[in-house]
Structure formats: structure tokens, C-alpha cells
């Protein structure tokens, strides 16, 4: 039998748990589209052909900006596939863990968010999301849902990319420096969903998860091309700007950093530093560069 049967094939969360749960000895089943579909409802059935005995859902509808123009097709990915999967994992009896985000805060609270805090989203990313963990715990009240933070990966679309992207080409780069949060690299939650998943016991729920320490985007930006400048590649200025000089089409929280208290004293985990995040990740980036071949 398939342990583990993972949504979001391409993405970074579902990749890094995939990569991640054979070594700990689970098989797996990564699906993605067009198998699986959160647009096209009868794909759902895959998830159970044969029925696992746990499912994570990494698939979501993550472009926080264009979604303000798409709320229809962000609904679907992250509020009734979700809640539609929920409910049929309690009917096979699956376990089901589902993913959620920091953009359900407004950012007014001046301190980190606990899960007790009231979710206020301010665009339809944020908002498609906290009605999916709604719409999730009313289909599956067994369900377990990780709120998480700024992922980045090796691979995929993510910030640490742009940056090292952006630094080949640009010698100054503006970066958003009064929005505050917690970078959560994707294989250091996929270690966590892990030992959540083979925890001796099930604690339904909502936690949040994400890398410990704080910075800005400009601080997460300095932290990855410092480190990259280590191998050489140029470091551009970072110059630090305000969010109001970064207009985007979805308003982003000032703060967004997650309490992550309440999955230590339940799991016993606490997610490495984002720092010594960055600099893994970085490494492993600029020296898969540097030894690839050049055509
Ligand atoms: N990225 C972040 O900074 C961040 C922050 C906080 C929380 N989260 C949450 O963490 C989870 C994983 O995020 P991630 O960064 O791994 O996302 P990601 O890299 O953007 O991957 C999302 C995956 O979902 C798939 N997907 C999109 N729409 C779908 C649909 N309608 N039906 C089925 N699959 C669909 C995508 O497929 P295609 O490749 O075909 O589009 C992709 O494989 C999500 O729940 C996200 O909301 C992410």
C-alpha cells in the first residue's frame, strides 16, 4: 500500500516531500496536473486509486498577484478542491494534511501571529486560502493544517531565484524592506510534515510552521546574495525601499511572521533557521552552476 500520496506534482513543498519521505522509508505517489486537477474535480479520484493511508495537499493556486484578476480559478485551487478533497479522506479514512499560508493576517498585529489570532486577509490569495482551511476543517475536522511562510527552494519559482537571477543582471536592486516574515525553506517543512505524519499520535488542527528567526525582504535578499557573492557571483547594491514604492495589485501584510510555539509543545519541532536556510540553499545553487556544462 502507498503511504503517502502527495498533490502539487511541480511545486516546491511537493517536490521536497517527495525527495524526502522514500529516505524515511514511506512510499509515495506525487501527483500533479493534468492527473490531478483541482479544476477539473473528477481528477480527484486519483488520489485514491489505490487509497493511501495519508494524503498532503501541496497543490494551491500561489500567484498572489495574479489572483486579484482570477479569484474564480484561486477559489477552486484553494478554497472547494481543498475542502472537496478533505471530506473524501475521511470517507477512505485517510489522514489528510493540508497547507495554508501567512497571507491569512492582515499584518496589524505588532507581534508574531499565533493560531488563536483572528485571520483578516487583504487580498484574494490570502482570502482564497483562509476560506480553503475553513472549508477543509468543516469537510474534515480530523484534518491537520500547517500554516507556513515565504518558501524557497533550490528549484521552482521563489525569491531566493529572483534575486540570484536578478543580481546577473542588474548592478542595483530595490527591495520591499518595511514587510516583516518568517523565509521557511521547502525541504525543512517537508522534514516536518514528515515527522507529523509518523508522530505516534494524529492532533488534529491548525499550526503554523515555518523557518525560525525574522527578516524583511530586504533582509532575505542581503542574506542570499552575501552569500552568493561568496561564490563569486557579483553582489549588487540592495538598496531598501517602502512597500508603497513597490506598487503590486495585491496588498501584502506588513508583518506576516508565525508564532510557530504551538508545534513545538504539540510535535516537538522546531524548523532550522532560515538563515542556515539560505545559506544551503544558495550553495547547493551556485555550485549546481558552476558544474553544469555549458552548451
Ligand atoms: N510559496 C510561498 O511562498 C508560500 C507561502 C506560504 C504558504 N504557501 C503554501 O504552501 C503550499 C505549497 O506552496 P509551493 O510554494 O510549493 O507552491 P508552488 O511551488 O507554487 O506549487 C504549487 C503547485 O500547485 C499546482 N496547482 C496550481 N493550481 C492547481 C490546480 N488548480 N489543481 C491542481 N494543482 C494545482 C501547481 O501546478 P502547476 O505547476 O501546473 O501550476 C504546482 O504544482 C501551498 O498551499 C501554498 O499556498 C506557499
Avoid at 46 to 72: C, G, I, K, L, Q
Avoid at 82 to 99: D, V
Wanted: charged share 20%; aromatic share 6%.
Amino acid at each position: 500500500m502507498v503511504d503517502l500520496v502527495i498533490t502539487g506534482g511541480s511545486g516546491q513543498v511537493a517536490t521536497a516531500l517527495a525527495a524526502l519521505a522514500p529516505i524515511e522509508g514511506l512510499g509515495v505517489r506525487l501527483l500533479g496536473r493534468p492527473g490531478f486537477d483541482f479544476d477539473r474535480a473528477e481528477t480527484l479520484a486519483a488520489v485514491f486509486d489505490p487509497s493511501p493511508a495519508m494524503v498532503v495537499n501541496a497543490a494551491a493556486y500561489t500567484a498572489v498577484d495574479r489572483a486579484e484578476t482570477e479569484p474564480e480559478a484561486a477559489g477552486r485551487a484553494n478554497t472547494t478542491g481543498p475542502a472537496l478533497l478533505a471530506g473524501l479522506c475521511r470517507a477512505h479514512g485517510c489522514k489528510f494534511l493540508h497547507i495554508s499560508t501567512d497571507y491569512v493576517f492582515d499584518g496589524a498585529k505588532p507581534a508574531p501571529y499565533r493560531e488563536s489570532d483572528a485571520a483578516n486577509p487583504t487580498g484574494v490569495y490570502g482570502r482564497s486560502k483562509y476560506e480553503g482551511e475553513v472549508a477543509v476543517m468543516a469537510a474534515n475536522p480530523d484534518a491537520i493544517i500547517l500554516r507556513t511562510a515565504w518558501v524557497y527552494a533550490a528549484t521552482g519559482r521563489n525569491f531566493l531565484l529572483t534575486m540570484l537571477s536578478a543580481a546577473r543582471r542588474l548592478p542595483t536592486l530595490r527591495v520591499v524592506a518595511d514587510q516583516v516574515g518568517c523565509p521557511t525553506l521547502a525541504a525543512d517543512l517537508a522534514a516536518a510534515i514528515l515527522r507529523i505524519a509518523t508522530a505516534p499520535d494524529w492532533r488534529p488542527g491548525i499550526y503554523h510552521a515555518a523557518g525560525t528567526g525574522q527578516t524583511s525582504w530586504h533582509g532575505f535578499a542581503t542574506a542570499i546574495l552575501r552569500r552568493a557573492a561568496s561564490h563569486g557571483l557579483p553582489c549588487p547594491e540592495i538598496l531598501p525601499i517602502a512597500t508603497a514604492d513597490w506598487p503590486t495589485p495585491a496588498k501584502r501584510p506588513e508583518n506576516s511572521r508565525l508564532d510557530c510555539a504551538l508545534l513545538e509543545s504539540t510535535f516537538g519541532l522546531v524548523l532550522p533557521s532560515w538563515t542556515e536556510g539560505v545559506i544551503r540553499t544558495v550553495d547547493a545553487v551556485m555550485t549546481a552552476s558552476s558544474t553544469r556544462p555549458r552548451t
